[in-house]
T-cell receptor
Framework: SQTIHQWPATLVQPVGSPLSLECTVEGTSNPNLYWYRQAAGRGLQLLFYSVGIGQISSEVPQNLSASRPQDRQFILSSKKLLLSDSGFYLC???????????FGPGTRLLVL | QKEVEQNSGPLSVPEGAIASLNCTYSDRGSQSFFWYRQYSGKSPELIMFIYSNGDKEDGRFTAQLNKASQYVSLLIRDSQPSDSATYLCAVITGYALNFGKGTSLLVTP
């Protein structure tokens, strides 16, 4: 069966510090991968999606970036965090060609 | 901007009653619709999806889709306190899901 992992589970970072969040999927090959952010009182916002290694599409221009160095690994990064980057970051996957998305446990980020 | 709209609630129903959650969407070309449940502090989990007009039943859950009116709903029969959560409606837009902000459901004992 497929499993999706995210780490860390929680993170408190000062403004201006870098960020690296990691997501890995097990039990499937060639998945589509997604990063979402859920800010307090707001809906899920799609940040990036990837259909393959090195292929990243950005949905929202901001100070975040994403990379996919391996087939089942998706990384969300920032060089300098802003207060507005606080939120619940969720990674999701679908089978190639599939539409149903399954979410990881999420990373709760607080920028102070 | 393609919108997915939900009433934020909270929707309060007594235990054992039917909870009815509604969602409207703006993209008339949408073909696939999903309902997720999200407990406080947790990630969304898939309840069910629906592609065709009409009803789709899975246990205590029934999804209803009306493409002409551009709405999708979720009925929860015999509601339990454990059903208390936020319910997210999502619509496929290109490669990704476009989510509503969710409806908060409270089932009171």
């Amino acid at each position: 069966s497929q499993t999706i992992h995210q780490w860390p589970a929680t993170l408190v970072q000062p403004v201006g510090s870098p960020l690296s969040l990691e997501c890995t999927v097990e039990g499937t090959s060639n998945p589509n991968l997604y990063w979402y952010r859920q800010a307090a009182g707001r809906g899920l916002q799609l940040l990036f999606y990837s259909v393959g290694i090195g292929q990243i599409s950005s949905e929202v221009p901001q100070n975040l970036s994403a990379s996919r160095p391996q087939d089942r690994q998706f990384i969300l990064s920032s060089k300098k965090l802003l207060l507005s980057d606080s939120g619940f970051y969720l990674c999701a996957w679908t089978d190639r060609g599939g539409e149903t998305q399954y979410f990881g446990p999420g990373t709760r980020l607080l920028v102070l | 901007q393609k919108e997915v709209e939900q009433n934020s609630g909270p929707l309060s129903v007594p235990e054992g009653a039917i909870a009815s959650l509604n969602c409207t969407y703006s993209d008339r070309g949408s073909q696939s619709f999903f309902w997720y449940r999200q407990y406080s502090g947790k990630s969304p989990e898939l309840i069910m999806f629906i592609y065709s007009n009409g009803d789709k039943e899975d246990g205590r859950f029934t999804a209803q889709l009306n493409k002409a009116s551009q709405y999708v709903s979720l009925l929860i029969r015999d509601s339990q306190p454990s059903d208390s959560a936020t319910y997210l409606c999502a619509v496929i837009t290109g490669y990704a899901l476009n989510f509503g902000k969710g409806t908060s459901l409270l089932v009171t004992p």
